[in-house]
C-alpha cells in the first residue's frame, strides 16, 4: 500500500509555468509506476503522464505532450509534473496515482490539488 499527497497547484496566467509534486509512502515507492490525472469540472477523469520506475519510461497525453514533463526522484519518494505554457484548458484538479505494475490498473490515489488557469 502507498499514501499519495499532492501539492504545488494555485493559480497561473497562461502562458506561465506551475511544478506538481506526489510525496509517496516510504522504501517500496521505487516499486510502483506513477501516473498524473486530471479532471475539470463536469468532465471525466483522464490520464495526463506515465512514468516508470526508476523514470527509464515516460508517456504523455496528446493534449499536453511538449508542454508537460513527468519525473520521479525515488530518493524523495516523489514524483513531479513540471506544467509549461500553460492554458486555461489545462484548468483541472489534478491527482496523481500508483500502481503495481503495468498489468494492473492504478490502484492508489491521492486527494488532488487545484490548478487554475487565468486567461
Known amino acids: 500500500q502507498v499514501q499519495l499527497v499532492e501539492s504545488g497547484g494555485g493559480l497561473v496566467q497562461a502562458g506561465g509555468s506551475l511544478r506538481l509534486s506526489c510525496e509517496g509512502s516510504g522504501r517500496t515507492f521505487s516499486s510502483y509506476y506513477m501516473g498524473w490525472f486530471r479532471q475539470a469540472p463536469g468532465q471525466e477523469r483522464e490520464f495526463v503522464a506515465h512514468i516508470s520506475y526508476s523514470g527509464g519510461s515516460t508517456s504523455y497525453s496528446d493534449s499536453v505532450k511538449g508542454r508537460f514533463t513527468i519525473s520521479r526522484d525515488n530518493a524523495k519518494n516523489t514524483v513531479y509534473l513540471q506544467m509549461n505554457s500553460l492554458e486555461p484548458e489545462d484548468t483541472a484538479v489534478y491527482t496523481c496515482?500508483?500502481?503495481?505494475?503495468?498489468?494492473?490498473?492504478?490502484?492508489?490515489w491521492g486527494q488532488g490539488t487545484q490548478v487554475t488557469v487565468s486567461s
Open positions: 496515482a500508483a500502481r503495481a505494475s503495468m498489468a494492473v490498473p492504478y490502484r492508489y
